[in-house]
C-alpha cells in the first residue's frame, strides 16, 4: 500500500490531464477525499496512482458495469455524455465506494502501460536521427514497451508538418502537430532493424481480451482518435509482434544488451516509464540504460522530463537525447504526443559516428 500522503500529493500535483476535462476534475475530488486516497493508495509500488484508479473505474465501465457515473464518460454513451458539474465528483465517490473489492483487485494485479501509440513518433524520430549520422544497420529497445505497439514505428504512417511518411497503406496512421518540422532529421527513410525488443515488468498479451480490454481502459474518456490508433496498432502488432521480455530493466538489461549485435548502433527509447519506478531504484533504472553503450554505440531518448515549457508556451515533457558526447533536450511534447515542438539542439545533435 502507498503512503497517503503520497498519493495525496500525486493527485494534487498532477500535470498533463488538460485532454480530459472529467479526469481534470475528479483529480481535485480524489486529493481532497480520505475514501478514495486510501483506495488509490492500493496502487502498487512505483505505479502513478492517479492513472491507476482512473483506469480501473473505466474498465469496469467499459466492461459493463451500470452505473450513473458512465453518463460522464463518452467512451460509454458517446455524444451523450454529461459535462462535468457539480454531481460528478459525488457520483465518481459512489461508484467507487460500491465497487471498492474489484477496483482494489485491478490495483493489486495491473500495472499502468504504454497505450498512447503517438509516442511512437519518438521512436520513428530515433531511427531518423541514428541514420542521418549512421547508415547502417541499427538495433531498437524500448524499456516499459507494454505490449510492444511502438516498436513497430517503422511500419506505422505519420503526418508531421503537413507531410505524410510512411507506407501509404499503414494500417496505423498518426496524426502530429510538429511546428518548425524543419528542425527534424528526414523521417521518410528509416535504417534497416536488425533486431528489436522490448522490456517490460508484465508484458500484455494482445491475444488475450482481457489484456487488450485494460489498455482500452487506460486511454481516457475524451479520447476517442487515441482509443482508435489503439485498436489498430493493437491489431496490426498482435500478427506480427516483436520480441517482448518480461522483466525489470535493472535485473535484465545486462543479459538483453548482451544478446544485441555487437557494435551495432542501438537506439533505446522510453517514453512515460521512469515515472513508474520507484524512487529509491531510479539511478539502478538509469545506470541499466547506460549499460546498453557497452555492446555498441547509443542513442538514448527519453520523453520523460516533465515540468517544460515549450517555445509556444504550452507546458509539455522534455524530450531529451543522449549519446556519448552528452545528453540534451531536443524536443518538448505534449504527454500523448498530440504535439511536439523541436528545439534547435535537434538539429545541432552530432550523435554516432562511424
Not at 171 to 186: E, F, G, N
Request: hydrophobic share 45%.
Amino acid at each position: 500500500m502507498q503512503d497517503l500522503d503520497g498519493v495525496a500529493e500525486a493527485f494534487r500535483t498532477a500535470r498533463g490531464f488538460g485532454s480530459s476535462a472529467l479526469y481534470s476534475h475528479l483529480l481535485a475530488v480524489v486529493a481532497d477525499d480520505p475514501g478514495l486516497l486510501e483506495l488509490a493508495a492500493r496502487t502498487r509500488a512505483g505505479q502513478q496512482p492517479t492513472f491507476a484508479l482512473f483506469g480501473a473505474v473505466h474498465h469496469l465501465l467499459l466492461g459493463g458495469t451500470t452505473d450513473p457515473l458512465a453518463e460522464y464518460y463518452p467512451s460509454v454513451v458517446g455524444d451523450r455524455a454529461r459535462a462535468v458539474d457539480g454531481e460528478t465528483g459525488p457520483a465518481f465517490a459512489r461508484f467507487c465506494a460500491a465497487y471498492a473489492a474489484e477496483i482494489a483487485a485491478l490495483l493489486a494485479t495491473r500495472l499502468v502501460q504504454t497505450n498512447q501509440v503517438q509516442r511512437a513518433l519518438v521512436t520513428r524520430l530515433g531511427l531518423a536521427l541514428l541514420r542521418r549520422a549512421h547508415p547502417g544497420p541499427v538495433c531498437v529497445v524500448e524499456v516499459g514497451c507494454s505490449a510492444g505497439l511502438n516498436l513497430r514505428a517503422d511500419r506505422y504512417a505519420f503526418t508531421v508538418g503537413g507531410t505524410t511518411i510512411g507506407a501509404p497503406t499503414a494500417p496505423v496512421r498518426i496524426p502530429v502537430d510538429v511546428p518548425d518540422a524543419h528542425l527534424l532529421p528526414a523521417l521518410d527513410g528509416v535504417p534497416r532493424i536488425v533486431d528489436a525488443v522490448g522490456v517490460d515488468l508484465d508484458p500484455p498479451d494482445l491475444t488475450d481480451a482481457a489484456d487488450r480490454a485494460w489498455l482500452r481502459a487506460l486511454v481516457w474518456p475524451e479520447n476517442a482518435h487515441q482509443a482508435a490508433l489503439l485498436r489498430a496498432a493493437m491489431a496490426a502488432v498482435a500478427a506480427d509482434p516483436p520480441r517482448v521480455l518480461r522483466g525489470n530493466v535493472i535485473d535484465i538489461g545486462a543479459d538483453v544488451a548482451a544478446s544485441l549485435p555487437p557494435g551495432v548502433p542501438r537506439l533505446v527509447v522510453h517514453t512515460a516509464t521512469r515515472i513508474h519506478v520507484p524512487v529509491e531504484q531510479r539511478p539502478a533504472f538509469d545506470a541499466a540504460i547506460a549499460g546498453f553503450a557497452a555492446g555498441g554505440p547509443m542513442l538514448h531518448l527519453a520523453l520523460e522530463d516533465d515540468q517544460r515549457t515549450a517555445p509556444s508556451g504550452r507546458p509539455g515533457v522534455g524530450l531529451t537525447a543522449t549519446d556519448s558526447t552528452g545528453s540534451r533536450t531536443i524536443a518538448v511534447a505534449d504527454g500523448h504526443l498530440a504535439w511536439l515542438e523541436p528545439l534547435p539542439a535537434m538539429s545541432e545533435l552530432g550523435l554516432v559516428r562511424r
